[in-house]
């Protein structure tokens, strides 16, 4: 088999060249065609000479990159920032979480502290033979002549006497219905009522220890009496009082008329003036008047008004100097109920800033009996008044008294 020419050393691949060195037709066909360098067409693109400093846009100095020296230095120092980092973001939350929180812990702490130093007694009479549970909020306030606690030159100053025991010097029924405006109703403590245990007497008997009296005695004669459900109780004797009254800095009164008893303590002008403790004491205790018990209730309502007015206005409980003195002699001196607490305090007072009415249980007449001077109901009215009070309802003014 003849498998060509003698000079295959010519060939190129497959194809053959021609005897002049050149492409024959086939190798043409196939293989592109060499194009010079200096051809435009399909030359090959060179890149632009890089700019200098003074052609085109500037370029921006880079930042050096990290210069590794083989210590681990700048790791450490990188690590070290970032701790700092971190540590401070935890001491700003606590700082901030400290800010936000402080003030409830203290509030918190603040009341649990109050309510516990308050002074619980068993003054609710038991269930038997109790009214229902009524509409409204009813508080019973005693104000005792319990010298408990007093000094010598205590009992000498407040013209007090040094009676052992405790008696009733004021009572109190603070009303708050579901509508309408709050009452503070007087009790005469010389009202001839029937006393569980102890017989038709004065309603104060039924309060004196001697005669087997207490707390219980007196809120289940007052409600038997008036079929009105107490909810809760509150009582202070004559140092608690004083105590409070200059905790808050004084109380304004206007008198309209001079008063002057030495059994009291009591020598003061006419107009307003600002009572310390003292002198608040003998003011609502004195009996030197033309109605004597009667003046001397009527005093004692619009006192407390005007002290729970004042130990709740934003001047005295923003002044930590006023408040906390408040307080603190409040609760000491205070007795409430066993299931009674700061909280049910807190809400007789701010019901009394709602402009309450003053009155008394309505009195038909003060006749002289086998146990003395005594006060007899007005029935009609005070009917109208406890049923009003039964229902919830604002007492209406006509039976209203001073």
Known sequence: MVHGRDDDSQRTGVFRRSDSGGYDEIEKMYRPERRSSSGSAGSTRRMPPARGDGGGRKRKDLPPGRVYDGTGTARRKR?????????????????????????????????????????????????????????????????????????????????TGRAEGKRTDTIMVVY??????????????????????????????????????????????????????????????????????????????CPEEP????????????GCQEMDGATALGYVRTRASARADLDRIQRQREFFSALVSKGTDTSTLANPFRSVPMVREGTETFEVDEDDSLMDLGGMAMAMREDPTTTSVPVGSTPTLDVGSVVLWDEAASETMFEAMRQGEEIPEDVLRD
């Open 79 to 159: 690590q070290s920032r970032e701790r700092r980092r971190r540590r401070g973001l935890r001491i700003a939350g606590a700082v901030l979480a400290l800010l936000v929180l402080a003030p409830l812990v203290f509030a918190v702490g603040f009341y649990m502290w109050a309510n516990g130093r308050l002074v619980r007694v068993d003054a609710m009479p038991a269930a038997d033979g109790r009214p229902e549970e009524q509409p409204g909020t009813t508080y019973m306030v005693v104000g005792s002549d319990s010298r408990k606690d007093l000094s010598e030159d205590e009992l000498q100053d407040l013209r």
């Open 259 to 270: 008063m002057e008893d030495p059994k009291a303590g009591l020598d003061i002008e006419a």
């Open 176 to 253: 708050v219905p579901e509508d309408g405006r709050p009452s503070i109703i007087s009790v005469p403590r010389d009202s001839y009522v029937e006393i569980p245990g102890i017989g038709q007497n004065k309603i104060n008997a039924a309060f004196s220890e001697d005669l087997g009296g207490g707390p219980s005695t007196l809120i289940q004669t007052f409600e038997q009496a008036s079929g009105v459900r107490i909810d809760h109780y509150v009582e202070i004797g004559l140092g608690g009082f004083v105590d409070i009254v200059d905790a808050v800095g004084g109380v304004e009164m």
